[in-house]
């Protein structure tokens, strides 16, 4: 009898799909709406990685033309003239809203703080633009593991409910309803790892563009 029954936990294992389309279309609504959160989380998580990592090695490139030029020009004044119209460089577009305000003020009183002024907030718009789509990165990254964690709870739970229902505690029985569990768990770290890691190195990036921006603002004040 004891043999039946191993042959028979046996032959339905070997019968069962444990590809990864197999175990979500097994699922249930609850575990499939884990995984379908998780697989589009993990998409737009690449999506704001790719854009981001394409972003600093751009802007990267033209800060450093725009401070070579801006450095070897003639006078400030002369430069901003010369500026393209559809110039995108943050530090460029810093520069360029100062010199906007600059030009416009008739009275020449308090120049030095209201240039501070001008070019702070023109420093934190352009961070915040940098800086956007951080916000998700680091949700994901801190709650894809418990999302993934509370489908794989589930997913045991309908395993236990199986061998209640079954009456049969064979490996056969369990064996797909845990594999599906253990597949949001995965899917749940598979997401949050790169999150984590483009959320600090994109966080760093950040910090060490704003601390170059601020250079920046600090020696154009001097040869106002």
């Known amino acids: 009898m004891e043999a039946d029954i191993s042959s028979q936990a046996v032959g339905l294992a070997s019968n069962t799909d444990f590809s990864l389309l197999s175990l979500f279309i097994r699922a249930d609504i609850i575990v499939k709406s884990v995984i379908i959160i998780l697989i589009v989380s993990s998409i737009y998580s690449w999506a704001v990685i790719i854009d ?12 450093e033309e725009f401070e070579a030029k801006f450095w070897n020009s003639k006078s400030a004044e002369s430069f901003y003239n010369n500026l393209p119209t559809n110039i995108e460089d943050p530090m460029a577009l810093v520069f360029k809203d100062a010199m906007q305000s600059l030009l416009k003020r008739k009275s020449k009183t308090d ?6 002024t001008m070019l702070e907030t023109g420093i934190e718009k352009q961070m915040s ?3 956007k789509g951080y916000t998700f990165l680091a949700t994901v990254g801190s709650t894809a593991p418990f999302i993934g964690l509370f489908g794989t ?6 395993s236990f409910q199986s061998i209640a229902i079954s009456r049969n505690t064979s490996l056969a029985i369990v064996a797909p309803g845990i594999a599906e569990a253990l597949f949001a768990t995965a899917l749940g770290l598979l997401a949050a790892i ?3 890691i483009a959320y600090n190195k994109f966080n760093n990036d950040s910090i060490l563009y704003s601390k170059k921006l601020e250079n920046f603002s ?7």
């Open 218 to 224: 600090k020696r154009f004040l001097t040869i106002i």
């Open 194 to 196: 790169p999150a984590v």
């Open 52 to 63: 981001k990592f394409r972003l600093f090695k751009k802007i990267n490139l033209t800060t």
């Open 129 to 131: 633009k940098i800086s």
């Open 153 to 158: 709870v589930w997913g045991i739970m309908n």
């Open 111 to 116: 120049l030095h703080e209201r240039m501070t």
